[in-house]
Structure formats: C-alpha cells, structure tokens
C-alpha cells in the first residue's frame, strides 16, 4: 500500500449521520449559539456610524433619493437596499430586525464552513468548524462585531464562493463573489481562492484516459468497492475499476468533468451581477462612487505609523480571542508540515490584503479573517494528539474568549452614544419635523436618531475633507474632498437651507477654525452661533435662533 505523504490531508471519517440528522441539531444550536454571544447587539440603539449612515441611507432612499446621485455612499448597494426593504417591512425607527439578520448571517456562515469542512474532515469537525466561527465571531472590539454592518452581511458570500469552488460550481461560486463584491468591495478577494481552486481542479482533471497519476495520488486509505480510492489538494475521486468507465462517472462526479467550460462560467457569475447591478444605479456614477472616486481617501499617505499601531492593535485583540485555534496553526505551520489545504490558506491570504487596503484598519475590517483562520485552526487542532489535554485546552480557550468578549459587549462605554442622542434631541429641541439640517461631523447616525432629513446628500464631513478616523489630520482639508463635493454642497444650501447646523467636529482637524470653505458657507447664509451641546455647536440662520 502507498504511504501517506507528508502533505496529503488525513481521510476524512466515514459519515456516520444522514445530512437531516447530522443539520437539524446543529442549526439550533448554531443559532441559539449566536443569539447568545450577540446579545448585546439588541442592547443599544446604535452601535457604530456604519449603522447610522445605513440607517439614515435607507430613509433617503425610501423618501424618494435616488442612490449614487442624491443619496451618495463610498459602497456598493446591497446592504442599503437591505437596510431599506428591513425598514419598509418593521418601520425605520429600529434596527432591530437588521440585528436580527444580522445573526442570521452568522449562522448561515457557519453553517457555510460547516458543510466545507463535512466534506473533508467529517461530522465531528464540521461542527467544530460551525461553532468555533461563531463564538469566534465576537472576538474584537463590541462596535465592531454587535453591529449590523457591511463585513457581516459579506461573509455569508465568501463562505459560499470558497465551498462552490469546492463543489467544482463555477458558475455558482462566480455569482457568490459578485454578492459579496455587492456587499463590500473587499469581498471580491474571494475569487483568488476560487481561481486557485479552478486552476488546481484544471491539474488535476481526467485525462481521455483516465485520472492523470502526476495529479492524483493514490490515498493511504483502504479502496472503495471496485475503485482505489484517490485523494488530492482539493478532495477525492475514485479511479474506476473494471467495468467503472469515464462515460459512468467513474470519476465519482467530482473530478469526472474536469474544468471544461468552468472559466467562462466563474467569468459570467462574477461579470453579469455587477453590470446588471451597475446598470441599473447608473454605471458611471457606480464606477465612481465604488471604484475610482476614493483615491485620496484610500491613501495612507501621512498616516503610516497610525495605520500600523491600529492594525497591530486590532490584530492583537483577534489574536487573543483566537489563540485557541490559531497557536495550534502556528505550531502546525513551524513545524513545516504544510496542509494539503491550500485554498484556505489562499483564502487567508486575500482576506489579509482586504484588510490592509486602505491602511485604516478598522477592528470590523478583520472580520474577513474569521472564515479561513477558523478553518485553518480547525485542520490544525484536528492534528493535535487525540489523548492529553492540547484539544481540551484549544476548546476551552475559545469558549472563555466568547464570554469574555460578550461581557465586553455588555459593559462596553457609552460614551459616543450618549453623545449622538444629546446632540439629536438638540437638533430636535431647535428643529421641526418637516425641517432640514447638516451635521458637519463623522455621526451620521444623529440625523436617524434625531429623525431629521439631512440638507443634502453628504452624511459625513469625511466627504468635504477626506477626514477619517482611520487616518487622523492627514491629508485633511477642502482640497482633498471628493471631486466637485463642495460645488454641490453649496448648490444644495443654496436651494434649500438648512433650519440648523451642528459643528460637530469637537477639536478636530475638519472643524470651522481649520476649513474656511464651511466658514465661508455658513457665514453667506447667514447663520449665528445659538448653542452648545456636548462640545457640539449649533447655528442657526438670523432671527430663527
């Protein structure tokens, strides 16, 4: 018999659950699981400006905005759409039933690198994988895992992109890529795990003769009926015996019809969503808004040493939260004993590069990593020896990492929320409910808490002056704004003025004092100090304070 080599996957147990036994226990317990850890989720109105600038998106767009033009985002639309079908159906004055969805992508990524992991490692594994992701997915700072935000709603289609590649669905893989392209640009990364998988399953196709012996490597395993069993990088195939002929499927149906046609087909799945979707908001200004009109915004320039202290940071705390799975891999990787599961580490690796873009950094851009990093540490903690206490250990760190983090989430500060809501029940105190009004601040979220219709089409001041928390005062400034911004903000004060507007810059480099271009708007309209709240001042035309 053949030995097993060196970075051959270890076959997988036989399955001893039929699929509705094996998913109709842990579905529950995937969702009970998640409802637990993202508890506090429910607990706060809002948890972070992503919130708010969907939230206050979804009203514009339900009041008759148009997306790309009047109604402007640096983001592709599904998740606004979602946000605005959720408020068309429950009412707009809560996010709880995008709370709700919220876990429920969760669960059905789980259960996305569950059933990837079933058809590698088994039953046991499978849910291991399941769960481990979602006590896993609470593992960095609250505002960044309790909120219904883009990274969340994206990795249900990364998890589903990686497995149909698995499954050799070309197609299908390429429509799951476009979703979450769709959801948020740096989904896209995805499809580098998908085209590795695609040009690996090419190597590794049917010859007219059979399976190619350099692609396929006889499996240490015993045979299967009247075929030798045949395991590869990416699965395995059974090399058919007498009378098991190519025209029978002899190839198992895996590996049988090779890649023919699979290109042009992932190329359709990932090309047809987003023309369509282009198309339909208009392709130029999808182009911009998506693509091409963040450049400024996008370069670390001036920002460096900021960027790096933020991403160490953040990756710290993920780090900690997932030593449990991810000190295994480690030990695994020193060791030089590289898995047969490239793809995942193909996976890991574009996920890195979607966190980096942009060198901001923030702790909900590493939910990107969640995905292959658990199943990495997955095939590691599988390796450990089954008797002594390395399993036991990597389980009940992860478990004790969860709680922690919930706890977290239950008692994290307060203090930018309190903020918004003071600063909302100002503008509400000062404004009436058919009035307008321009939060010159990085708080959209006071506009949906205050429920008031913002003056115009930019949320943030980030728009006018390139500033962002990720970044600090680098390259900050009226000559960094979007292009022809301030054209159309003037437009738009001068068409319709604001009943009220809130400097809510509090020291930062956006504010008054260090751009003349919102001096000089508030002073041609005429508007005079008439009050503070939290740091935050408030102006109001003359003889309307």
């Not at 039953?123 to 895992?145: F, I, K, N, Q």
């Not at 010159?440 to 506009?447: A, I, K, R, S």
Request: proline share 7%; with cysteine; charged share 15%.
């Amino acid at each position: 018999m053949p030995s097993r080599p060196e970075n051959a996957r270890p076959a997988a147990p036989a399955r001893a659950l039929p699929g509705d036994r094996f998913w109709l226990p842990l579905i529950p317990l995937l969702t009970v699981l998640a409802a637990l850890v993202h508890l506090p989720s429910f607990l706060r109105p809002v948890w972070n400006p992503d919130e708010g600038f969907l939230a206050t998106q979804a009203r514009m767009l339900a009041a008759g905005g148009v997306l790309y033009d009047t109604v402007v985002d640096r983001k592709p639309p599904l998740l606004p759409w979602l946000y605005q079908g959720a408020f068309a159906l429950f009412g707009d004055d809560s996010l709880q039933p995008l709370r709700c969805a919220a876990v429920a992508a969760h669960v059905v990524t789980a259960a996305l690198l569950a059933a990837l992991a079933r058809r590698r490692w088994g039953d046991r594994w499978a849910a291991a994988a399941g769960v481990a992701y979602v006590l896993l997915s609470v593992g960095l700072a609250p505002e960044d895992t309790q909120a219904a935000s883009f990274e969340v709603f994206t990795l249900p289609w990364t998890a589903a992109a990686v497995l149909l590649a698995d499954r050799r669905r070309w197609g299908l893989a390429g429509l799951a890529v476009a979703g979450a392209a769709l959801t948020k640009q740096t989904g896209a990364v995805v499809l580098l795990p998908v085209v590795w998988s695609l040009w690996r399953a090419g190597r590794q196709a049917p010859s007219s003769s059979g399976l190619s012996p350099r692609a396929l490597t006889p499996s240490w395993a015993a045979g299967r009926g009247d075929g030798m069993l045949l395991r590869t990088a990416a699965g395995s195939g059974v090399l058919p015996g007498p009378g098991r002929g190519a025209a029978s499927g002899g190839a198992s149906g895996t590996y049988a019809a090779g890649t023919g046609g699979g290109w042009g087909r992932l190329l359709a799945g990932c090309v047809v969503p987003v023309a369509v979707v282009a198309a339909a908001t208009g392709t130029r200004d999808f182009v911009f808004w998506t693509v091409t009109g963040s450049s400024t915004y996008m370069s670390p320039q001036g920002a460096w040493l900021l960027g790096a202290g933020r991403g160490l940071g953040n990756a710290a705390i993920l780090l900690a939260a997932g030593a449990g799975l991810l000190v295994p891999a480690l030990w695994w990787a020193a060791r030089r004993r590289p898995f047969a599961d490239a793809d995942l580490w193909v996976w890991l690796a574009a996920s890195v590069c979607a966190v980096v873009a942009g060198f901001q950094f923030y702790g909900h851009y590493y939910l990107q990593l969640l995905p292959p990093l658990v199943l990495i540490g997955i095939a590691a903690v599988r390796r450990l020896p089954s008797r002594g206490p390395a399993r036991r250990l990597a389980a009940a760190w992860t478990l004790l990492a969860a709680a922690v983090f919930t706890a977290w989430g239950l008692v994290a500060p307060r203090a930018e929320h309190d903020h918004a809501r003071a600063v909302a029940a100002a503008v509400r105190a000062r404004s009436g409910p058919q009035d307008t009004v321009l939060l010159w601040g990085m708080h959209p979220e006071q506009y949906w808490l205050a429920d008031r219709a913002p003056a115009g089409r930019y949320l943030t001041a980030g728009f006018l002056t390139n500033f962002s928390g990720g970044r600090g005062g680098a390259r900050v400034g009226a000559r960094y704004a979007v292009p022809g911004a301030w054209h159309v903000l003037r437009e738009e004060f001068a068409s319709a003025p604001p009943a009220l507007v809130v400097d809510d810059s509090r020291g930062a480099p956006y504010g008054a004092a260090a751009v003349p271009e919102f001096r000089d708007l508030l002073a041609r309209g005429g508007y005079a100090r008439v009050g503070t709240v939290d740091g935050a001042v408030l102006y109001a035309p003359r003889g309307h304070g």
